[in-house]
């Protein structure tokens, strides 16, 4: 029985690795190891859910972390500068301190917005204070639906 924790997709998308993302604190896993997802094209708002069980440790509109009871941070990041954008375009369901399920809805938000920003809309998903490469992906390169398995903590 395979007791290790998986981290599931947040959003819908195509798995890519973090030396794709074009911003160099992810690119150069500054701030740990993971993958991040290009989402799928989308119409309307994007629901990003929590990708592990555990309580939310900070809370933007742009990015939050989950730490699971492992004591795991897990950082999902929408967007990249998205944080100039101010919380524009972005609306949270949950709030810092919620306990949440692997799978429960914790921010959406507008990737028109994103765009009409000029920002990239990828989404990192990362290990917190994880070493570089300590996380592999059987998933690069293939679309994901959300919670989808991405990758198992070490």
Same mark, same amino acid.
């Not at 004591?71 to 810092?96: N, P, R, S, W």
């Given at each position: ?12 998308? @195509?798995? /890519?690795?973090?030396?794709? $993302?074009?911003?160099?604190? %992810?690119?150069? @896993? ?15 708002? &994007? !629901? $990003? ?14 990015? %939050?972390?989950? %730490?699971?009871? *492992? ?6 990041? /929408? ?13 949270? $369901?949950?709030? !810092?301190?919620?306990?949440? @399920?692997?799978?429960?809805? &914790? ?14 809309? &990828? ?9 570089? *490469? ?9 679309? &994901? ?5 991405? %990758?198992?903590?070490?």
């Amino acid at each position: 029985m395979n007791d290790a924790q998986l981290i599931l997709s947040p959003v819908a998308g @195509q798995v /890519i690795s973090l030396g794709e $993302v074009p911003d160099p604190v %992810f690119s150069a @896993q500054m701030v740990g190891s993971g993958v991040a997802l290009r989402p799928a094209a989308s119409d309307g708002r &994007v !629901e $990003v859910r929590s990708p592990v069980a555990g309580k939310i440790l900070k809370l933007h509109p742009h990015a %939050f972390v989950v %730490f699971t009871d *492992d004591k795991a941070g897990v950082l999902v990041h /929408i967007g990249i500068d998205t944080v100039k954008m101010k919380g524009e375009g972005f609306d949270l $369901v949950a709030a !810092e301190g919620d306990r949440v @399920q692997a799978g429960d809805l &914790v921010v959406t938000y507008d990737p028109a917005a994103i765009a009409a920003a000029g920002y990239s809309d &990828v989404v990192p998903v990362v290990l917190m204070d994880s070493k570089p *490469d300590s996380i592999t992906s059987a998933h690069i390169g293939t679309d &994901v639906a959300t919670g989808d398995p991405l %990758f198992e903590l070490p």
